[in-house]
């Protein structure tokens, strides 16, 4: 059973980067084929697709979020990170990690496995 579990500071002040883990059982992150995501939704709104990173390394962004993201990986501990710089109250959010397959293209989903979630509070 793959599972996916989320980590993160939980409260961040404005302007300050915010990094979170997403760390995988049950499958390989560098398994052929597959790639894992970060999606975020803020308080009262939809959800938003951030990035992927496939299981080769190579990364992909929502371009919305103009260069503030980051998502790196440790295939010795089989996470990946998402790092989020400047934050602003606009940021908080609960962060998701999932999982997907298949070419690029698809990068918008499905996906088959989801974790619980992580909130993500940006205040002073």
């Known amino acids: 059973q793959v599972q996916l579990q989320e980590s993160g500071p939980g409260l961040v002040k404005p302007s300050q980067p915010v990094s979170l883990t997403c760390t995988v059982s049950g499958a390989s992150i560098t398994t052929n084929y597959f790639y894992w995501i970060w999606i975020r939704q803020p308080p009262g709104k939809g959800l938003e697709w951030m990035g992927a990173i496939r299981y080769e390394g190579s990364t992909y962004y929502n371009p919305s979020l103009e260069s503030r993201a980051s998502i790196s990986r440790d295939t010795s501990k089989n996470q990946f990170t998402l790092q989020l710089t400047s934050v602003t109250p606009e940021d908080t959010a609960t962060y998701y990690c999932?999982?997907?397959?298949?070419?690029?293209?698809?990068?918008?989903?499905?996906?088959?496995?989801w974790g619980q979630g992580t909130q993500v509070t940006v205040s002073s």
């Open positions: 999932a999982r997907g397959g298949g070419p690029p293209a698809t990068l918008g989903g499905p996906y088959d496995y």
